[in-house]
Structures are given as structure tokens and as C-alpha cells.
């Protein structure tokens, strides 16, 4: 199955651990004290994260280290700020519209 | 300004949900009739111009986004269930001006969920399309969209610059 970066961003654990590397560059061990759930599955969420190449691997001397690829979230975040611009925009407009109808009664 | 949540659930569908401060029967009615539509539905800096509109299951509603640049972008949706005050559903795609579908562009399947939140209408927009490569093609042109936008927004900064 093709990996895209949506679907990396999607699950709420994947997105914990790309706040964590975004802060600093981490072992795999480092990674998975945070989380409750097994080792495993951490490292399964890694792999889907680096299938998508929103994390990279380094190794450096005996121990792996898991970077974010900042080139690669921002064209995530690019693409969710146009689609949040436009209906922020459309959302504020109904605000607005909505305030007006409250005031004619 | 409330919040709104976005969210992609699985391969080809995306969640919009927020919160609006009027009762259940005023956001419906600012949702399904063209005279409040048109006041809103354009995100800014396009005008959603509204040609006809027949708000029943199977019936159509045309309209346009006009660009600064006067270029009119023509929409529609087709309506499939209505269930007043609670939902509705629907395909949304691009489109001639006689309503003929263009075929080149993905449609997307609206389902617009309404319920009382306190004083507050919470609004679920379920946005489903035929294929995760449907979603991408309408994403990537937004980005585009986006892109073009924010050029032309440096080009007049630009402009502005001394030399």
C-alpha cells in the first residue's frame, strides 16, 4: 500500500511522536518511554513515519537517532493552511451573517 | 472566533467541524437558502453568486465564484437525502454554466450534519471522495491555488518596493 503523508499525520500517536522529534532528535528507546503502548507498535508507527519521509534515521556511533524532515511537514502544513484558510474564511463570514440575522429580530 | 476542527479520517475523507453561535433552525436555514449562501459560501477573496437553486432530493443548486480578476469558477452541488434541520447530502463538483458536470475534476460527496450544542449549532462536514488520488488531485489544487495567490500577493509587494 502507498504511504502519503496524510495518512502518517492521520493517527494521534503519529502526531505525538513528530512533537517529540520536532523538538529533538531521538533514540528509538528515548521515543518509546513516552508512550504506553509496546515497543512494537512504536516502532511500527516510526516505519510508516519514515515510509512517508516525514522522519529521518542517523545513526550516530552505536545508537539511531529519529530527526523530523521539516521539508516534508511543510508541505503538510502548507496544503492544511490553504484548505483552513478558505473555510475559516467561509466560517467567519457565516458568523458574521448569522450575527446580522440575530440583530433583525 | 470559534474553532474548527479538521481531520482526515482514512484514505479519502475529511472531517470539518465547528461550532456556530445560533440556534439549530437559523444555521440550517444559512446553509440551504441562497440568499444567506451567497453572503458567505465564497471564501474571501472570491463572491458565490447563486443561478438557480432547487433545494429537493435530486434537485440542483448552480452557482459561480467570481475572482478579483472577474473569472467565474462554476459549482454545483446535487442534492440526495434532506432530512430538514438535521442533514443533508449531496455531490459537489465543478461544472459549466448550464450545470453540465466537467468531468475532469473530482467530485465530492457532502454530508453536513447539524445538531444543537447548548445554545450553539455544532456543524459536521463529511467530505468523501471517490479514491484517495481524488483527494490529492483537489488538494493539490488548492496548493496550487494557494501558490498562485500568495505570488500574486508578493508580486504587488514587490511592486511597492523602490527599485
Not at chain 1, 509496546?38 to 508507527?45: G, L, N
Not at chain 2, 430538514?84 to 466537467?102: H, Q
Request: proline residues 4%.
Amino acid at each position: 500500500m502507498r504511504r502519503d503523508v496524510f495518512q502518517a499525520i492521520a493517527d494521534p500517536t503519529r502526531r505525538a511522536i513528530l512533537v517529540l522529534i520536532a523538538a529533538q532528535a531521538m533514540t528509538p528507546n528515548a521515543l518509546a518511554a513516552h508512550f504506553d503502548s509496546t515497543r512494537q507498535a512504536v516502532s511500527k508507527h516510526i516505519r510508516i513515519l519514515t515510509e512517508c519521509e516525514l522522519v529521518k534515521q542517523q545513526q550516530t556511533g552505536r545508537e539511531i537517532y529519529y530527526h523530523l524532515n521539516p521539508k516534508k511537514m511543510k508541505e503538510v502544513s502548507d496544503w492544511l493552511e490553504i484548505f483552513r484558510k478558505q473555510w475559516d474564511s467561509r466560517f467567519n463570514q457565516l458568523d458574521n451573517v448569522l450575527k446580522n440575522l440575530k440583530s433583525k429580530k | 472566533m470559534l474553532e474548527t476542527n479538521y481531520t482526515r479520517v482514512g484514505d479519502n475523507k475529511l472531517l470539518v467541524e465547528r461550532e456556530f453561535d445560533s440556534s439549530v433552525e437559523q444555521v440550517w436555514k444559512a446553509w440551504t437558502e441562497t440568499d444567506i449562501l451567497d453572503q458567505w459560501w465564497a471564501p474571501l477573496p472570491f463572491k458565490a453568486v447563486t443561478v438557480k437553486m432547487d433545494f429537493n432530493p435530486g434537485g440542483q443548486w448552480l452557482y459561480y465564484m467570481e475572482g478579483p480578476d472577474g473569472a467565474r469558477h462554476y459549482c454545483t452541488v446535487t442534492y440526495d437525502t434532506i432530512e430538514p434541520n438535521r442533514s443533508f447530502s449531496g455531490d459537489d463538483g465543478f461544472c459549466d454554466e448550464n450545470g453540465n458536470i466537467n468531468k475532469d475534476f473530482p467530485v465530492m460527496k457532502w454530508n453536513v450534519g447539524f445538531a444543537a450544542a447548548g445554545s450553539r449549532t455544532k456543524v459536521d462536514v463529511e467530505i468523501t471522495f471517490n479514491s484517495e488520488d481524488d483527494l490529492n488531485k483537489i488538494v493539490e489544487m488548492g496548493f496550487k491555488e494557494g501558490f498562485r495567490m500568495a505570488h500574486e500577493n508578493l508580486d504587488r509587494i514587490l511592486q511597492k518596493q523602490p527599485a
